[in-house]
């Protein structure tokens, strides 16, 4: 019997792709999410991608019965967890909803992980948890913990109860996965990024550009002691990120405790190279607007990714001209 893997916030971004790559890795797949900012349409396009279905559930993960009866329905094998809120910027002023949902939310998670028996978890961190960077690339070994916002708070925390919770049940195994800015969209054009709430990462608001439901691309500082003044980050497609869960969760079956890992292409790129890029795949220009530095916004912020590729076996193939194309293609299918 092939294992069984639950996915909470499944119908998000970069849930929904990992969805993808499970179930063309065998798994079934379970997936709970709330869609507070996603919909349950996703179903419908991870099968129509895939040729297969996985079962959904409405659920809310601070929801501790409605998460129980999930569990009691089914022989969960192993978790992966991305239910959470995520925007930066909001969370300045939803702090207390972001800490309930975010930290306490996978609290919540880990409880009914225990009661079930269920030992295996992957996390969904970010490349936040570094602050604002003293050099780059970003080892995994760099500081980490001194954010600058509470969403890097709230995802840090959970990193933290994670390795309390593995000290404290030699059994478990919990492997963070640190990713830095997920893009792009599935080669067959049948899923893609469709969050309810305006977007806040740069992709998306270029894709309002090239649609016709924007005018401009905000550009948040243009004084970055960079080479064109525009703040650097490491674009990494989310199919890459994707098979990095599966692969993350296969180490995880392997071995206990709480490993951490940066999912990213090891590259930083600037924003106005994003933008260049993404005109070149669109064929159409896209003028940018230049706006103050946003609060927490660090220069530059790009990952080390050697360990990944060294444990993991894992490593980015797409470059930023492959997530520009391929984005561009699922919004010519999807517009």
Not at 321 to 330: G, K, L, N
């Amino acid at each position: 019997m092939n294992k069984r893997i639950l996915v909470t916030g499944g119908c998000g971004f970069i849930g929904s792709h990992t969805v993808v790559e499970l179930i063309l890795n065998g798994y079934q797949v379970v997936v709970v999410d709330n869609l507070s900012n996603s919909s349950a349409s996703v179903i419908d396009k991870i099968q129509k991608v895939t040729g297969k279905r996985p079962d959904f559930h409405q659920v809310d993960i601070c929801d501790i019965d409605a998460l129980t009866g999930v569990f009691r329905q089914y022989s969960i094998d192993g978790v992966i967890h991305f239910a959470a809120l995520k925007n930066p910027q909001e969370s300045y002023q939803l702090r207390d909803q972001y800490f309930t949902t975010n930290v306490d939310g996978t609290r919540k998670l880990l409880s009914v992980m225990k009661a079930f028996s269920v030992t295996r978890l992957v996390f969904s961190s970010s490349a936040v948890v570094y602050g604002n960077p003293s050099t780059v690339p970003i080892p995994e070994s760099a500081p980490a913990g001194d954010v600058t916002n509470p969403y890097g708070e709230t995802k840090f925390q959970s990193e933290c109860d994670l390795s309390h919770y593995c000290n404290s049940n030699a059994n478990f195994s919990a492997v963070s996965l640190r990713y830095f800015n997920p893009a792009g969209a599935h080669p067959s054009g049948g899923l893609g990024e469709q969050p309810l709430k305006p977007a806040a990462n740069l992709v998306p608001a270029i894709g309002d550009v090239i649609t016709g439901k924007a005018d401009s691309v905000h550009v948040y500082g243009h004084d970055y002691l960079t080479d064109d003044g525009t703040a650097i980050r490491d674009y990494i497609h989310v199919c890459d990120i994707a098979k990095g869960h599966v692969a993350a969760l296969e180490v995880g079956f392997a071995q206990t405790g709480h490993q951490v890992f940066n999912l990213g292409t090891g590259k930083g790129e600037s924003v106005l190279e994003v933008i260049r890029a993404f005109e070149k795949a669109s064929g159409r220009t896209i003028p940018v607007q230049f706006s103050g530095r946003r609060q927490g916004d660090v220069e530059s912020c790009y990952a080390e990714v050697d360990k990944a590729h060294r444990e993991l076996n894992w490593r980015a193939e797409s470059d930023l001209s492959v997530i520009a194309r391929d984005y561009c293609h699922w919004l010519s299918l999807s517009s």
